[in-house]
């Protein structure tokens, strides 16, 4: 059993920033890349930016600049940096790891997991 649990989302006022945090727990043999995802209302889901296990960052047209993407793999832990929010930022964002974890037979099962979304709103 795996879970990713985020927090760090909240109101904040255009121009102004957040932390959000994703921890992954449970049965875990390693994790590949961590990422953070986006939905705003009527919207498809979107890639805000990811991260592999070697530290490759991948980013988001609309958020480069302004979003920073790390992890620590000692914690299991990936995190996103917003500065600069702008409206158009209001979304709920979602948190995915792509882990191998480990079943009580000890076999190895890849597949991605998300958290269960925390909502970011900018508006003043």
């Known amino acids: 059993q795996v879970q990713l649990v985020e927090s760090g989302g909240g109101l904040v006022q255009p121009g102004g920033s957040l932390r959000l945090s994703c921890a992954a727990s449970g049965s875990i043999f390693s994790i590949n890349a961590m990422g953070w995802y986006r939905q705003a209302p009527g919207k498809e889901r979107e890639l805000v930016a990811d991260?592999?296990?070697?530290?490759?960052?991948n980013y988001a047209d609309s958020v480069k600049g302004r979003f920073t993407i790390s992890r620590d793999n000692a914690k299991n832990t990936v995190y996103l940096q917003m500065n600069s929010l702008k409206p158009e930022d209001t979304a709920v964002y979602y948190c995915?790891?792509?882990?191998?974890?480990?079943?009580?037979?000890?076999?190895?099962?890849?597949?991605?997991?998300w958290g269960q979304g925390t909502q970011v709103t900018v508006s003043s």
């Open positions: 991260i592999t296990n070697s530290g490759t960052i």
């Open positions: 995915k790891a792509y882990i191998y974890s480990l079943d009580t037979d000890y076999r190895v099962h890849p597949g991605d997991h």
